[in-house]
């Protein structure tokens, strides 16, 4: 189990307080912690994919569609900056 690296989870964060606002980070920390009972450190690279599916899915829910998408998008072009 190899947990995702430290830079790429500051970097899912500071994206989710840009396209969701302050809130953002705390709201995908929640997600991991519901959808998988782990803090977003524990998360693995296997598990990211079901993340960023739950953190688009529940941020529209909050937020609205528009910022949902667009924090997949950035999110997910972060994931494939480290494929």
Sequence with gaps: MVVIAITLQERLLEA???YLG???AGLVCDIAQRNFSASIERITYT???RLLDA???EASQLAGRAPALA???ALR???AEVD
Excluded: D, H, I
């Design 16 to 18: 989710a307080n840009r």
């Design 22 to 24: 302050p809130g953002g």
């Design 47 to 49: 598990q990211l994919p």
């Design 55 to 57: 953190a688009e899915r």
């Design 71 to 73: 924090l997949a998008g």
């Design 77 to 79: 072009r972060l994931v």
